[in-house]
């Protein structure tokens, strides 16, 4: 199976501050990559797929980049609401796997 | 309103079974592949098993292959996941996820239920 590796685990971020999460696939996935987020309790709702295109209805503050085994999501200028865990997702092979996730907390 | 809501889950012992169902609403549920990803306690997403729209191919993770079975009744617009031999690493919150097309298979997950908790334990 591809394994997929986020960085940081862990992130600590004010409102407004510029975000960027990285996850590292152990071999190419080309462009099929996805993020979601989500908030405890709840389920998880899709960002971006094929790397950089972004979900209808989500803020344009969230973008994502990346080919290969590299990928980055951005949000540019972080809001009340986007604290919360991060995953990324594969979807190159008939067993795709996430990230172990990211999670953003309040500085 | 597009909607997943799951139920089924509960206490079971070791070696036990379950069936998880799905039901769909809002949507034509046979034009779309369907998935379920279960969440561990404090863990990550793992992907667990995946139906095409017919129900004609089914896929399943390592984990999980020869003890769970993915099904659908097109005709109920609900989804299945019949699980025996149950470990006690198979605790986890369950959740049935909406594919964005009828085959595609590898693909991202544009919607999903809220989950029930499966919890195996003696």
């Known amino acids: 199976d591809i394994q997929m590796t986020q960085s940081p685990s862990t992130l600590s971020a004010s409102v407004g501050d510029r975000v960027t999460i990285t996850c590292r696939a152990s071999?190419?996935?080309?462009?099929?990559l996805a993020w979601y987020q989500q908030k405890p309790g709840k389920a998880p709702k899709l960002l971006i797929y094929?790397?950089?295109s972004l979900e209808s209805g989500v803020p344009s503050r969230f973008s994502g980049s990346g080919s290969g085994t590299e990928f980055t999501l951005t949000i540019s200028s972080l809001q009340p609401d986007d604290f919360a865990t991060y995953y990324c997702?594969?979807?190159?092979?008939?067993?795709?796997?996430f990230g172990q996730g990211t999670k953003v907390e309040i500085k | 309103e597009v909607q997943l809501l799951e139920s089924g889950g509960g206490l079971v012992q070791p070696g036990g079974s379950l069936r998880l169902s799905c039901v769909a609403s809002?949507?034509?549920?046979?034009?779309?592949?369907m998935s379920w990803v279960r969440q561990a306690p404090g863990k990550g997403l793992e992907w667990v098993s995946s139906?095409?729209?017919?129900?004609?191919?089914?896929y399943y993770a390592d984990s999980v292959r020869g003890r769970f079975t993915i099904s659908r009744d097109n005709s109920e617009n609900t989804l299945y996941l019949q699980m025996n031999s149950l470990r006690v690493e198979d605790t986890a919150v369950y959740h049935c996820?909406?594919?964005?097309?009828?085959?595609?298979?590898?693909?991202?997950?544009?919607?999903w239920g809220q989950g029930t908790t499966v919890t195996v334990s003696s």
């Open positions: 071999q190419s996935v080309s462009s099929w």
């Open positions: 094929k790397a950089s």
């Open positions: 809002g949507f034509t549920f046979s034009n779309y592949a």
């Open positions: 139906i095409v729209g017919s129900g004609g191919s089914l």
């Open positions: 996820a909406k594919h964005p097309a009828p085959y595609e298979i590898l693909t991202y997950y544009p919607l």
């Open positions: 997702q594969h979807y190159n092979s008939y067993s795709p796997t």
